[in-house]
T-cell receptor
C-alpha cells in the first residue's frame, strides 16, 4: 500500500541552527507534497506545500525541496526559534480524490 | 475568516455506545476529508466527500463507521457500538477544490472509549 517514511523521528537543535526533515514516498503518481506543523493538542497547520512541477519552494525561513526521481522531499527550517518546536508531518497526495498519506512525524525541539 | 470547526472537542463513551462527531468545513469548500489520528502517529485517511457525494470510504476501519454530508456542507461521522480501539482524535479537513490541495484541518474530536 501507499506509505511514506519520515526521518528523523526526533530532532533537537539550538536556537538559530537549521533543521532538516526528510521523507520518502511510495506512490510515483503523487503530485502534491504538503508539510504540516502540529503543536500539542492543536490542529495540524499547513505550513508549506509543493507540487510536482517545481523542485523547490521557499517561504521566509521555511523551504521544501522535491526529487521526484528518487521519490523524496525535504523540509528545511533556517534560523530556528523556540516557537518552531512542534511535531512536523510530511504527506503526499494529489491522486485518489486527493487523500493525503502522512508520515509518522518528527518531534522538533528548539532550545533557547 | 472562520476555519474548520468540530464538535464536541472531547467525547467519552462507554464501550458499546454510539457516538456522532460533527464537522463544519470552511464555507464554500467542495471537498471534505475525515482522518483518524492515534496518539503519537500521523493522521490516517478515513473517508472523502465531494459536495454531498461520498466518493471514497476505503479508510473506514469497519462497518461500524458511517459518515454523511447530506447537504454538501456539514458532515457527521458516526461510530456504532464503540470499541476501545476506536479511541483516537478524529480530524476533519476541507479544501476548496477537488484535487485535495491545501487541506485545512479542524481542531479534532478526542474520543475516549472506556
Amino acid at each position: 500500500g501507499e506509505n511514506v517514511e519520515q526521518h528523523p523521528s526526533t530532532l533537537s537543535v539550538q536556537e538559530g541552527d537549521s533543521a532538516v526533515i526528510k521523507c520518502t514516498y511510495s506512490d510515483s503518481a503523487s503530485n502534491y507534497f504538503p508539510w504540516y506543523k502540529q503543536e500539542l493538542g492543536k490542529r495540524p497547520q499547513l505550513i508549506i506545500d509543493i507540487r510536482s512541477n517545481v523542485g523547490e519552494k521557499k517561504d521566509q525561513r521555511i523551504a521544501v525541496t522535491l526529487n521526484k526521481t528518487a521519490k523524496h522531499f525535504s523540509l528545511h527550517i533556517t534560523e530556528t526559534q523556540p516557537e518552531d518546536s512542534a511535531v512536523y508531518f510530511c504527506a503526499f497526495g494529489g491522486t485518489s480524490y486527493g487523500k493525503l498519506t502522512f508520515g509518522q512525524g518528527t518531534i522538533l525541539t528548539v532550545h533557547p | 475568516g472562520a476555519g474548520v470547526s468540530q464538535s464536541p472537542r472531547y467525547k467519552v463513551a462507554k464501550r458499546g455506545q454510539d457516538v456522532a462527531l460533527r464537522c463544519d468545513p470552511i464555507s464554500g469548500h467542495v471537498s471534505l476529508f475525515w482522518y483518524q489520528q492515534a496518539l503519537g502517529q500521523g493522521p490516517e485517511f478515513l473517508t472523502y466527500f465531494q459536495n454531498e457525494a461520498q466518493l471514497d470510504k476505503s479508510g473506514l476501519p469497519s462497518d461500524r463507521f458511517f459518515a454523511e454530508r447530506p447537504e454538501g456542507s456539514v458532515s457527521t461521522l458516526k461510530i456504532q457500538r464503540t470499541q476501545q480501539e476506536d479511541s483516537a482524535v478524529y480530524l476533519c479537513a476541507s479544501s476548496r477544490g477537488t484535487s485535495g490541495y491545501e487541506q485545512y484541518f479542524g481542531p479534532g474530536t478526542r474520543l475516549t472509549v472506556t
